[in-house]
């Protein structure tokens, strides 16, 4: 069945995103990059995740977070994490970070790696959710190696039929992925993908 379109700016559309998540379905949502899917970080929501996008499930998926304060329960901020979150979060940056080892997080959200990756959007919607769920798993809106999906509509049309909903809150404001940077314990920061935050940009916040 293809996935119904919401307006995001409905009264009842944060409300009715929250009981399909909670009911372990996939969720389109705006993010001010692409659009992604969501799932609650559970194996079963991972799973209907990874099949959806036709997705190695060694990649892992990235958690979109509405505060540090919960990526400090999930993982290590270390001090050059500390700096890049800083100057861009709320934005387009994932930051892998290691995770803590008292908070063991599943496989097919880490591909079996002891890091996750991070993001603190800037848009109302996935943040919202968050707050109230906590950290959503979160991947683009697309079949794996397909275009990324600008509107909701080019949503339904990749993987319609595997989402329950769709938030619309019309074209999406960048339309380039996050950039992807590792920040290890030991060791320099690691630019994995380039995205809408130059490398250069990148790490010359993390000199600071």
Not at 169 to 191: F, H, K, L, N, Y
Request: overall charge neutral; some cysteine.
């Amino acid at each position: 069945m293809t996935a119904e379109i919401l307006d995001a700016g409905y009264p009842s559309a944060f409300d009715r995103a929250r009981r399909e998540l909670e009911a372990g379905r996939i969720v389109g949502i705006p993010t001010e990059t692409v659009y992604g899917l969501a799932v609650l970080p559970d194996p079963e929501g991972l799973a209907l995740l990874v099949e959806a996008k036709r997705r190695s499930a060694d990649k892992g998926i990235a958690l979109l977070v509405d505060s540090i304060a919960q990526v400090r329960r999930l993982a290590t901020v270390t001090p050059v994490a500390e700096l890049l979150a800083k100057r861009f979060w709320p934005g387009a940056l994932t930051l892998v970070l290691p995770q803590r080892v008292d908070h063991p997080l599943p496989e097919l959200l880490t591909g079996g790696r002891p890091t996750i990756g991070v993001r603190l959007p800037n848009h109302p919607v996935p943040r919202a959710l968050a707050r109230i769920l906590g950290p959503l798993a979160v991947s683009s809106a697309n079949i794996s190696g397909q275009p990324d999906s600008t509107t909701a509509k080019q949503v339904v049309a990749s993987v319609g039929d595997e989402v329950a909903l769709v938030l619309d809150d019309g074209p999406v404001r960048g339309g380039v992925p996050s950039t992807v940077v590792a920040c290890p314990e030991d060791g320099e920061i690691q630019v994995l993908r380039a995205g809408a935050i130059t490398e250069a940009d990148v790490r010359a916040a993390a000199q600071k």
